[in-house]
């Protein structure tokens, strides 16, 4: 059996797809002798947005010093094979399916959602291949998600904390810090990335109750850029490093929260430098330039990107701004629980046409009509097409030489990520 086969049938094994609580996988870690407990010095991450790149950023960092390093990320964009990454490599098939078959027998008829088995799936195959570090990225929230089960973590991060999945995590600011913070232990360093001062206070809040050592932007630590490059300041020093390899002006305050967490871990200044010069994420700002949908268009300046929420939106519309004067098409599908407006609002001073689309195979896509609507009600021109493929079919044939991002939803980016190879 395959792991796709051995996938399909564990979303079939608890009828929703999020529903916050711990016991379940409690449960099942038990049932696989917690393996939790054994699993190299973990470092997790929350926060709304950055907290991919943060961790890629980490990751390069300490394996360019020689450090092995497990990492856990979701959703994944080509293949589920991307959220585990054991010793540096993502996990082979055959290993990846003996684990998912391990887990759905200790599970046996119990419900237990997706994301809450295939997390289990990660803690068994970490306990079991040695490494230096152990780098959790949280899936929702942070108090009550499936990766906030180890006691004791090494560090952990809280990037910007802003308003989304408002139905799981709460309507304000601080009420999703709140779930955000609760990966803060006891006397462990906490990293926190810019914070509005809502959510800091709450923060802040909490750790100080734990009486864990806050490691804060603005006060223990700054970042900035300076004469193209990427200045960074603590009560250890200050560090003069490259830009951020991964485009954006957002990715400087991401790369200040790698970096603070690297020092606090003990890393040298080389650790930092790889830091921001040797991370990869793809679908944050990424360039497309090879593959099918790259030869169907020869002369466009194609760009993805898996943001999805005002903040998102905002950080898509910085990079832009910063960009040569082009004219930019968006190519655009979003899922029904996003902010639509709230993410297109920031986009449209710098867009000349919209081409929405709905995501393929995804139950929650929001109908390209609702986002085309969504965009003009901002001020964007838009239109729908049928596919991605349409519409940059359609951009090319009014404008060759066009930019073209695609954006709106990391399950459209993995779309795109397979369809061009």
């Not at 856990?72 to 290993?95: C, M, N, V, W």
């Not at 973590?153 to 139905?167: A, E």
């Not at 006060?219 to 485009?247: K, V």
């Not at 169907?296 to 898509?316: K, Q, R, Y």
Request: contains cysteine; proline residues 6%; hydrophobic residues 45%.
């Amino acid at each position: 059996m395959s792991s796709d086969a051995v996938l399909e049938r564990m979303m079939t094994l608890h009828p929703k797809v999020i529903d916050l609580v711990m016991d379940r996988v409690e449960r099942l870690l038990a049932a696989l002798g917690n393996p939790e407990r054994s699993v190299p010095p973990v470092i997790h991450i929350a926060g709304t947005n950055g907290k991919g790149s943060t961790q890629a950023m980490i990751r390069a960092g300490l394996e360019a010093g020689g450090s092995l390093v497990h990492a856990y990320t979701s959703p994944h964009l080509a293949r589920f094979h991307e959220r585990i990454r054991l010793a540096g490599e993502l996990i082979s098939e055959d290993a990846l399916t003996a684990l998912l078959d391990e887990c759905v027998r200790a599970n046996g008829p119990d419900e237990i959602t997706f994301f809450e088995i295939t997390t289990c799936a990660a803690f068994l195959a970490f306990s079991r291949v040695r490494a230096d570090y152990t780098l959790l990225e949280v899936g929702l929230g942070g108090r009550l998600d499936a990766t906030n089960v180890v006691a004791k973590p090494v560090l952990t991060v809280i990037t910007p904390v802003s308003i989304d999945h408002q139905q799981y995590l709460g309507e304000t600011l601080a009420e999703i810090a709140g779930e955000k913070a609760g990966i803060i232990k006891r006397g462990v360093p906490c990293v926190v990335g810019p914070q509005e001062d809502a959510g800091m206070a709450v923060i802040e809040a909490r750790a100080a109750r734990l009486g864990s050592p806050v490691l804060a932007f603005g006060q223990q630590w700054s970042a900035w850029e300076e004469r193209g490059r990427l200045i960074y300041q603590d009560e250890n020093g200050l560090l003069d490093l490259p830009l951020p390899n991964l485009p954006g002006p957002f990715q400087i305050q991401n790369a200040g929260a790698a970096i603070a967490a690297l020092r606090a871990l003990g890393k040298d200044q080389a650790a930092c430098e790889a830091a921001v010069t040797k991370a990869y994420w793809p679908a944050r700002m990424q360039r497309l330039r090879v593959g099918p949908l790259v030869e169907s268009a020869p002369n466009v300046e194609l760009w993805l990107d898996g943001g999805h929420n005002p903040a998102g939106g905002a950080a898509v519309a910085a990079t832009l701004a910063r960009m040569p004067a082009r004219e930019t098409h968006l190519i655009c599908g979003m899922l029904n629980t996003k902010d639509v407006r709230g993410y297109m609002q920031p986009l449209a001073p710098h867009v000349t046409r919209l081409h929405a689309v709905s995501i393929p195979g995804e139950k929650n896509t929001l109908p390209a009509e609702v986002t085309r609507e969504a965009a003009r009600s901002v001020g964007i021109d838009a239109v729908v097409a049928g596919s991605v493929a349409e519409a940059l079919t359609a951009v090319v044939s009014v404008s060759p030489y066009a930019r073209v991002l695609i954006c709106g939803s990391l399950y459209l980016a993995g779309g795109v990520l397979r369809e061009n190879g």
